[in-house]
């Protein structure tokens, strides 16, 4: 195995005649941490999309551990180990918390649900992971809550939850703070330091003192194009970079 | 959750329409009707409430399942269980291109298709009359019999369908508990989640189509062996109206409410044809009344019913505090 999880050349993906993203190259090292940063419009949310198969790629390829996936269906590319959270959360809100990541947990291997005599409950597993993943988010006590009657803060957290319960090797996590208090700020930042010691992370951050600090690499993207790349410390010094964010968001306030 | 939503309380509930109809009603024809419609408005619900699909193709499926049993029966005397077992995989087969073809949209364009086939279905019936006897139908289907006597008598057919009514209803209370039947409550509820998660959405839809399709067709052939005929009527648009709207008087969040979504409108319609001729006149402002009133259908209904006689005493359920 190569050192690259996952690899991009020339994405390029178009909305009509509107280029959200064009020419991306990029390269994902195996369990790192790597953020992506640009101000709103720039297209990262739609990277997000074309990596895991929401939208299509219109040009540029797509590799997963070496693999050529550009056009492999988001379903397929679960089960090739890719899951992610969404920026604007998406959740099965009449369900059950837990119900919600025993899906997530399923997900990986569906053709077994496909069985109309099966019982949910014979899939011990995946009951499992839906534990795992709530004892980890610390969401026990509204385990058997609707997913829409929690917090805002704890529909993120189980938001993030969906990709972990999918067992990825790579998780790409939309904005996952957006919207958080302090307190759950913190114990998101860990949260993701973590998923990075046996996961490769990609994700989406305005809050500069998170990505600063626990990034192994930083890409910034700026109208659909990949502006500058490299470690945290030489991304927050680049002239580029402070004059396209004009210096307000590198200092780490939250947006 | 309500309690009388659980799946053995639904069973229960099946099993005692099947003994409670006899003792209420004097035509054994009428019940029969009752039980058929029940199964099929049940598997209605499947996509409705279930799937989030609204179709107006059922009527095909019932329709398709009519010809079944009239041609095999009046034509080749094929065995009943095997006319049956035919319509079930022919409604199935047709549910499933119907739903391929349809699903490739959403929404109203999604609801717009199937009509359409709808209509595609009743002309092709009524163009092909060598086969469907056209206007005028497949006349002289006989009763199936058991054990070398036909099921002439009414209260005796009723007795065959009911056993077929409580299989099929068990049948469909299984498939909504099971991962499957979870699954497509997940697909309604966000398929763009469903589907980023990993289960392939169109597939999970299509198996619920070729379900109530195989279901809807049963009930079909055993309408066509009820009143003697298989009329083109049956594959008409309107069958697939009536379907619609018993699913939604119902209620779509349980099964069970298809059960009294069939009953109730079957009953009214008896009991105000012989008050008035215009008596769809009346019909149509008791529907009006239940979508403006009953937006959970009577068996919203049932359930508030239930919460008012035995959960008054117990305070309403405090959410669990977090830290
Ligand atoms: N479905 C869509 N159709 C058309 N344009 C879109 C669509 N989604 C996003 N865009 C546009 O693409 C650009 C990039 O959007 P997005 O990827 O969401 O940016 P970011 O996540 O960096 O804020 C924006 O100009 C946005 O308006
Ligand atoms: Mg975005």
């Known amino acids: 195995m190569t050192d690259i999880a996952l690899q991009t050349r020339g994405l390029g993906v178009k909305y009509g005649n509107f280029h959200a993203l064009a020419e991306v190259d990029l390269q994902i090292r195996r369990n790192s941490v790597h953020s992506i940063i640009g101000p709103n419009g720039a297209g990262k949310t739609t990277l997000f999309h074309a990596l ?13 551990d070496g693999r050529d996936i550009t056009d492999t269906s988001d379903d397929d590319r679960v089960r090739l180990g890719i899951a992610r959270s969404f920026q604007v959360t998406s959740l099965f809100p009449n369900l059950a918390l837990r119900e919600n990541l025993r899906l997530a947990a399923q997900g990986r291997t569906p053709w077994q649900a496909l069985a109309p005599w099966r019982r949910a409950e014979a899939n011990a597993e995946a009951l499992a ?17 609707l997913a829409g009657e929690l917090s805002h803060g704890q529909q993120r957290r189980l938001e993030v939850g969906m990709a972990m319960a999918a067992r990825p090797r790579v998780i790409l996590l939309d904005e996952p703070t957006s919207g958080m208090g302090i307190d759950d700020i913190e114990a998101m930042k860990q949260l993701i330091r973590d998923l990075g010691r046996d996961h490769t992370v990609l994700f989406i951050e305005h809050n500069m003192g998170i990505v600063m600090n626990i990034s192994d690499m930083v890409t910034v993207m700026r109208l659909g194009r990949k502006l500058v790349e490299g470690p945290p410390a030489q991304v927050r010094d680049d002239p580029e970079v402070q004059r396209a964010y004009l210096g307000n968001m590198i200092t780490g306030d939250i947006a | 959750m309500n309690p009388l939503d659980k799946p053995y309380a639904q069973l229960a509930l099946a099993l005692l329409t099947v003994l409670v109809l006899p003792l209420f009603l004097k035509s054994g024809i009428l019940a ?42 009046t034509r080749w005397s094929v065995p009943v269980p095997l006319v049956l077992a ?26 717009m298709l199937t009509l359409a086939f709808s209509q595609l279905f009743y002309f092709v019936a009524y163009t092909f009359s060598g086969v469907t006897g056209g206007d005028n139908g497949l006349l002289g289907v006989p009763r199936p019999s058991v054990g070398g006597t036909a099921l002439n008598s009414p209260w005796s057919y009723y007795t065959f369908v009911a056993v077929c009514f409580v299989a099929v209803f068990a049948l469909l209370v299984m498939v909504t ?24 959405t169109k597939l ?14 049963f009930g079909g052939a055993l309408h066509a ?8 009527s049956n594959i008409e648009y309107h069958t697939s109206e009536l379907i619609l709207i018993m699913t939604i008087i119902g209620g779509s969040s349980s099964l069970f409410g298809s059960v009294l979504g069939a009953g109730f409108y079957l009953l009214l319609a008896d009991a105000l044809s012989t008050v008035w001729p215009r008596w769809l006149l009346l019909l ?15 068996w919203g209904l049932v359930e508030r019913g239930y919460d008012l006689v035995f959960r008054r005493e117990r305070a309403p359920e405090t959410p669990a505090e977090e830290h």
Do not use: H
């Open chain 2, 204 to 217: 999970f839809k299509l198996e619920a189509f070729a379900i109530s399709g195989a279901v809807t067709a």
């Open chain 1, 52 to 64: 895991t198969g929401r939208v299509r790629a219109s040009s540029g390829r797509i590799e997963l």
């Open chain 2, 225 to 232: 062996m009820l009143i003697g005929v298989a009329p083109l």
């Open chain 2, 177 to 200: 508990q099971s991962t499957f039947g979870r699954t497509l409550l997940a697909i309604r509820e966000n398929e763009g989640r469903a589907a980023a998660i990993g289960f392939p």
């Open chain 1, 129 to 145: 992971i839906a534990d795992e993943v709530i004892e980890r988010l610390a969401l026990a006590p509204v385990s058997n809550r």
């Open chain 2, 86 to 111: 035919g319509a079930a995989v022919l409604g199935a087969a047709t549910a499933t291109l119907v739903g391929w073809l349809s699903i490739r949209r959403q929404g109203v364009y999604f609801v």
């Open chain 2, 284 to 298: 149509g402002l008791v529907l009006v009344t239940v979508a403006l009133f009953l937006q959970r259908g009577l």
């Open chain 2, 32 to 73: 029969t009707e009752i039980l058929i419609f029940a199964m099929v408005v049940a598997a209605c619900n499947l996509l409705l409430g279930y799937t989030g699909l609204l179709s107006f193709g059922q009527g095909i499926f019932f329709g398709i399942g009519t010809y079944v049993a009239g041609i095999c029966l």
